[in-house]
C-alpha cells in the first residue's frame, strides 16, 4: 500500500497512482492512502454522504493546516498526529492484515503517522528532492528531521534517479536501495490522442508549438523560457499546468508568442501533447531539478514527439531520446533542430515509452519487496 504525498485526483497524475492502478492489474492488493489534508476530508464526508465506493483510496482526518504548526512544539504536533493515525489504523485494519503488508512512503510527512500503525514492511519511496514535499519554508528543517527518522525506519528504499540513491546512502550505508524509475501508460495516450480532437485553445495552425505539460512552480527556469521565447519568435510557447499566476509567469505571459492555459484534466493532457511538434522541460539547475525523473518526458515519448529539455538526473537512462541544453542558445539550436526532424525518430522514441510501462515499474517494485522479505 501507498501513503501518497498528493491525493488520488491530483490533476498532474503520477507515480502512486499510477502504480496502484498497475498493481491492482497484477492482481495484488494495493490501497493508496491519500495525504491527510483539508481537501481529503472534504472529499471524505462527500463519499460518505453519497454513499459511493472509495476503491483502493482511503482519506484519513487531517491534523491542524500546516501554516500552524508550530516548529518549536514538534512534540504537541507528534500528540496530535498521533490521535489522527489511530484513526487511520482502524480504516486500515478493515483492508489489511498489518503483519503482512508493505507500506510504500513517498513523504516524511508520515513519519510521525508510523508510530501508530504497524506495518510489516516500510520503504521508502523517495521520488523528489526533499524540497517538493515542504509546504512551507519554515518547515524544512522539521521535514528534514522527519526525513532523517524515515530512512532509519526502512527497511529499503526506491528511488527515481541516482542523485537520489547518493542523498540517502549518505544518511545510512547499509539501506537497500533499489533505483525504480518513473513510468507512462504509452497505451492510454496513443489510445486518447487518437480519439480526441486538437484542444480548441491552442493556437491557430501555421506555426510550430513548443509545448510543456507539468507543474509550474518554483523549479522552472522563467528567465530561460523569456530568452529562448525571444529567439524563437516564429513558434508559439504552450504551457499547460498549474501554475501561482504571480511575478515571472506575467512577464513571461507578456511575450506575444507564449500561451497559459492552466491545468488540464488528465484524460485532455494527450491531446495537448499531440499538437505540440517539439516539447520541453525547461527546468532551472535547482536541487529540485537535478534529482527529477520526468514523468513528463516519457508522456512526451509515448506520443514520439522531439524532447529537449535542460539537465535533469540521469538524462543517459533516455537512451539519447532527448536534447539537453544548458543555456538558452544550446535549448534555441536544439529546437529548431527538434523542428527540422519531424517525424524521423518517433517510432524509436515509442518503443523507449512502451518498454518503460508503469506495469513493468510495478513489477520491478514487487520484485525489490519480495527481495526485501526474503
Same mark, same amino acid.
Given at each position: 500500500?501507498?501513503?501518497?504525498?498528493?491525493?488520488?485526483?491530483?490533476?498532474?497524475?503520477?507515480?502512486?497512482?499510477?502504480?496502484?492502478?498497475?498493481?491492482?492489474?497484477?492482481?495484488?492488493?494495493?490501497?493508496?492512502?491519500?495525504?491527510?489534508?483539508?481537501?481529503?476530508?472534504?472529499?471524505?464526508?462527500?463519499?460518505?454522504?453519497?454513499?459511493?465506493?472509495?476503491?483502493?483510496?482511503?482519506?484519513?482526518?487531517?491534523?491542524?493546516?500546516?501554516?500552524?504548526?508550530?516548529?518549536?512544539?514538534?512534540?504537541?504536533?507528534?500528540?496530535?498526529?498521533?490521535?489522527?493515525?489511530?484513526?487511520?489504523?482502524?480504516?486500515?485494519?478493515?483492508?489489511?492484515?498489518?503483519?503482512?503488508?508493505?507500506?510504500?512512503?513517498?513523504?516524511?510527512?508520515?513519519?510521525?503517522?508510523?508510530?501508530?500503525?504497524?506495518?510489516?514492511?516500510?520503504?521508502?519511496?523517495?521520488?523528489?528532492?526533499?524540497?517538493?514535499?515542504?509546504?512551507?519554508?519554515?518547515?524544512?528543517? @522539521? =521535514? %528534514?528531521?522527519?526525513?532523517? /527518522? *524515515?530512512?532509519? #525506519?526502512? !527497511? $529499503?528504499?526506491?528511488?527515481?534517479?541516482?542523485?537520489?540513491?547518493?542523498?540517502?546512502?549518505?544518511?545510512?550505508?547499509?539501506?537497500?536501495?533499489?533505483?525504480?524509475?518513473?513510468?507512462?501508460?504509452?497505451?492510454?495516450?496513443?489510445?486518447?490522442?487518437?480519439?480526441?480532437?486538437?484542444?480548441?485553445?491552442?493556437?491557430?495552425?501555421?506555426?510550430?508549438?513548443?509545448?510543456?505539460?507539468?507543474? @509550474? =512552480? %518554483?523549479?522552472?527556469?522563467? /528567465? *530561460?523560457?523569456? #530568452?529562448? !521565447? $525571444?529567439?524563437?519568435?516564429?513558434?508559439?510557447?504552450?504551457?499547460?499546468?498549474?501554475?501561482?499566476?504571480?511575478?515571472?509567469?506575467?512577464?513571461?505571459?507578456?511575450?506575444?508568442?507564449?500561451?497559459?492555459?492552466?491545468?488540464?484534466?488528465?484524460?485532455?493532457?494527450?491531446?495537448?501533447?499531440?499538437?505540440?511538434?517539439?516539447?520541453?522541460?525547461?527546468?532551472?539547475?535547482?536541487?529540485?531539478?537535478?534529482? %527529477?525523473?520526468?514523468?513528463?518526458?516519457?508522456?512526451?515519448?509515448?506520443? $514520439?514527439?522531439?524532447?529537449?529539455?535542460?539537465?535533469?538526473?540521469?538524462?543517459?537512462?533516455?537512451?539519447?531520446?532527448?536534447?539537453?541544453?544548458?543555456?538558452?542558445?544550446?535549448?534555441?539550436?536544439?529546437?529548431?533542430?527538434?523542428?527540422?526532424?519531424?517525424?524521423?525518430?518517433?517510432?524509436?522514441?515509442?518503443?523507449?515509452?512502451?518498454?518503460?510501462?508503469?506495469?513493468?515499474?510495478?513489477?520491478?517494485? %514487487?520484485?525489490?519487496?519480495?527481495?526485501?522479505?526474503?
Amino acid at each position: 500500500m501507498s501513503l501518497a504525498a498528493v491525493t488520488w485526483d491530483f490533476a498532474l497524475v503520477g507515480r502512486t497512482r499510477m502504480l496502484t492502478q498497475a498493481w491492482r492489474r497484477a492482481g495484488l492488493p494495493t490501497t493508496f492512502v491519500q495525504v491527510p489534508s483539508w481537501r481529503t476530508a472534504l472529499q471524505r464526508v462527500t463519499q460518505a454522504v453519497r454513499g459511493r465506493p472509495d476503491g483502493p483510496v482511503v482519506r484519513p482526518w487531517p491534523v491542524r493546516p500546516s501554516r500552524w504548526w508550530d516548529v518549536d512544539d514538534e512534540a504537541g504536533l507528534r500528540r496530535a498526529i498521533r490521535q489522527r493515525a489511530r484513526g487511520l489504523r482502524k480504516q486500515l485494519e478493515a483492508r489489511i492484515d498489518f503483519s503482512a503488508a508493505a507500506a510504500l512512503v513517498v513523504s516524511p510527512v508520515w513519519t510521525p503517522w508510523l508510530d501508530e500503525l504497524p506495518f510489516r514492511c516500510i520503504i521508502y519511496d523517495c521520488i523528489d528532492d526533499l524540497a517538493v514535499h515542504v509546504p512551507r519554508p519554515h518547515l524544512a528543517g @522539521l =521535514y %528534514a528531521r522527519w526525513e532523517a /527518522e *524515515l530512512v532509519q #525506519r526502512a !527497511a $529499503g528504499a526506491a528511488v527515481t534517479a541516482s542523485p537520489l540513491a547518493a542523498h540517502l546512502r549518505a544518511r545510512r550505508p547499509e539501506l537497500p536501495v533499489a533505483t525504480i524509475r518513473n513510468g507512462v501508460d504509452a497505451a492510454f495516450f496513443e489510445r486518447a490522442a487518437r480519439a480526441s480532437p486538437r484542444p480548441a485553445d491552442l493556437p491557430a495552425r501555421g506555426r510550430p508549438i513548443v509545448g510543456f505539460v507539468g507543474a @509550474l =512552480y %518554483a523549479w522552472i527556469d522563467w /528567465e *530561460l523560457i523569456e #530568452r529562448v !521565447a $525571444g529567439t524563437l519568435s516564429g513558434c508559439d510557447f504552450v504551457f499547460v499546468g498549474p501554475h501561482h499566476g504571480r511575478g515571472s509567469v506575467r512577464r513571461v505571459a507578456r511575450l506575444k508568442n507564449v500561451l497559459f492555459l492552466g491545468a488540464r484534466r488528465y484524460e485532455r493532457v494527450p491531446a495537448y501533447v499531440q499538437a505540440f511538434d517539439v516539447c520541453w522541460v525547461p527546468f532551472d539547475r535547482s536541487g529540485v531539478s537535478q534529482a %527529477a525523473n520526468p514523468v513528463k518526458i516519457y508522456e512526451y515519448l509515448a506520443l $514520439g514527439k522531439p524532447v529537449v529539455a535542460t539537465p535533469v538526473a540521469d538524462t543517459a537512462a533516455f537512451e539519447g531520446l532527448v536534447r539537453v541544453g544548458r543555456d538558452a542558445d544550446e535549448i534555441a539550436g536544439h529546437l529548431r533542430a527538434a523542428l527540422a526532424e519531424g517525424e524521423q525518430g518517433a517510432e524509436r522514441r515509442v518503443g523507449f515509452a512502451r518498454a518503460n510501462s508503469w506495469d513493468a515499474r510495478a513489477a520491478q517494485y %514487487a520484485s525489490f519487496i519480495a527481495a526485501l522479505a526474503r
